[in-house]
């Protein structure tokens, strides 16, 4: 492939890169997107195939309602096709969860409706106190009314300092806000920011959590890179950048094994890591910032399992399964990484039959099950993690169990190979991107321009906040107007 020229190159067709692709091709700006896969999507990829349409691990929109996709839906003049699988209206009992105390022999069930705003079918599930009710309700209402004001100043406390100054360390919503830190962010209590738990739990609360799509989230980069070709933009699968071309100080464009294209702004959702340290190169940059992205800490991963039935048994549409015991802080997952499992873990499980009736053939039904563990592609512990899950699975849903034809594994060894590659320790396989731990959120998170003239970084590593999909697909819309704006620059300087 000969040498091509272009305004705008973007990395990786995950969220941050192909909303910020699309939205620039849709701007008149002539992009090129690169993947290095055949498959496109990123961590957002969906499977298609032999009747079943599911996730690769358990997702949940946060929020539902007003986030960033909806805004680029709007955009690209489709916003008929921005439909969550769940209608705001829908009455069926959504989430079932199963939770136990430490002195309890067995797990208490609960299923629910979405929004249901009556607290004390969660007061009989966690066996709250009349005193923990009391508690319970001081604390989330303060979380529901923080202002962003005062929640800007808990970038650098910890969710479990938070909660210490409130003297709560244990009992129920400590354990379910240990939970929700694994299933909602893939981070420990204490380490994750304050700031960004309370953000994303106050859009939970208030603007709807754990959407879907039907098909799977692939819906969202689907119908954004039908739009980004539709517009014009040039989309090449299956091609890995080598290295992305710097000059003085300024980008130039990347080499790949197809060829070579050029452009004076390059794009990267490859994560800051890869694209510092590998695709760009520390000896362009200062060494300050260098060794200030080797500092950056990784997140956690979610390992899933897919189980397929061969009869429809679930009947609620997502499952949180926990226990004082199970739920990971940074002591318990260091003592997973050594190989010793708690005797319960944690599962987050989305049943795709619920909120599409194509998801699988009749009389079928797929469960996409998972938990978090390390993110490096090599660890060793996660077979173990996948023995855990298993065994946790026929425990506490024998009917599930029974009916299981087969199954089917992804770790964080998989997940690297499909988004971004590993060149720190323990990073590769993550989740989201990097760790929202204190000093890398709000004020103190990367910023999605870089100190190369040009560089910009799109996607959960920079520039944004919240929760996942919706935090990526933020990024995409900010990085698209700080290009455009740099590009305008440019114009006018010739």
């Not at 999507?41 to 969906?46: A, D, E, F, L, T």
């Not at 808990?154 to 830190?181: H, K």
């Not at 004082?324 to 708690?342: C, I, T």
Request: charged residues 25%.
């Amino acid at each position: 492939m000969k040498e091509q020229n272009y305004d705008v190159i973007v990395i990786g067709t995950g969220p941050g890169g192909a909303s910020c692709a699309t939205l620039l091709q849709k701007r008149g700006i002539r992009t090129l997107l690169l993947e290095k896969n055949e498959v496109l999507g990123g961590k957002m990829y969906s499977v298609d195939s032999d009747g079943y349409a599911y996730d690769l691990f358990p997702h949940g929109q946060v929020p539902i309602r007003g986030n960033a996709f909806e805004d680029i839906f709007a955009e690209l003049g489709v916003s008929d096709e921005y439909v969550p699988a769940l209608d705001i209206d829908d009455q069926r009992e959504m989430i079932t969860m199963a939770y136990r105390r430490k002195e309890w022999p067995e797990y208490r069930v609960l299923s629910q409706k979405q929004g249901l705003t009556d607290p004390t079918p969660f007061f009989e599930l966690w066996g709250a106190t009349p005193e923990e009710c009391e508690q319970i309700m001081a604390v989330m209402v303060e979380i529901m009314t923080l202002p962003p004001e005062e929640r800007a100043k808990l970038d650098d406390v910890t969710m479990d300092e938070w909660l210490a100054a409130r003297q709560v360390r244990s009992g129920p919503l400590y354990s379910y806000l240990g939970f929700q830190a694994n299933a909602s962010l893939a981070e420990p209590i204490d380490l994750v920011a304050a700031s960004e738990m309370i953000l994303i739990l106050q859009q939970m609360m208030i603007q709807g959590g754990g959407g879907q799509y039907k098909g799977g989230f692939a819906l969202l980069t689907n119908v954004m890179l039908r739009e980004f070709e539709k517009n014009g933009g040039t989309l090449v699968k299956g091609c890995r950048v080598e290295k992305i071309l710097v000059d003085n100080g300024a980008v130039q464009g990347v080499t790949t094994a197809k060829g070579a294209f050029r452009a004076p702004v390059v794009v990267s959702s490859a994560g800051i890591h890869p694209t510092v340290l590998k695709l760009v190169g520390p000896e362009h940059f200062d060494k300050s910032y260098v060794n200030y992205v080797k500092r950056l800490v990784p997140g956690w991963a979610f390992t899933s399992i897919r189980y397929f039935l061969d009869k429809p048994v679930m009947k609620t549409g997502i499952y949180a399964v926990w226990s004082d015991e199970s739920w990971l802080n940074l002591e318990r997952f260091k003592q997973v990484k050594a190989g010793k499992l708690p005797d319960e873990i944690t599962l987050f499980m989305v049943n795709h039959s619920f909120f599409d009736e194509n998801a699988a053939p009749p009389g079928k039904q797929v469960l996409v099950s998972g938990t978090v563990c390390s993110s490096n592609p090599e660890a060793g512990e996660i077979e173990a993690v996948w023995e855990k899950m298993d065994q946790q699975m026929k425990k506490l849903f024998p009917e599930i169990w029974d009916a299981i034809e087969r199954r089917e594994y992804t770790g964080p060894r998989e997940i690297s190979q499909l988004t971004r590659d590993s060149v720190v320790t323990a990073g590769g396989g993550e989740c989201v991107g990097l760790a929202q731990i204190v000093g890398q959120c709000g004020a103190m998170k990367p910023k999605s321009e870089t100190p190369v003239r040009g560089l910009y970084l799109s996607g959960a590593d920079a520039g944004a906040e919240g929760m996942g999909t919706h935090q990526s697909g933020l990024s995409g819309i900010r990085v698209t107007h700080m290009v455009e704006q740099y590009l305008d620059k440019l114009t006018k300087a010739l």
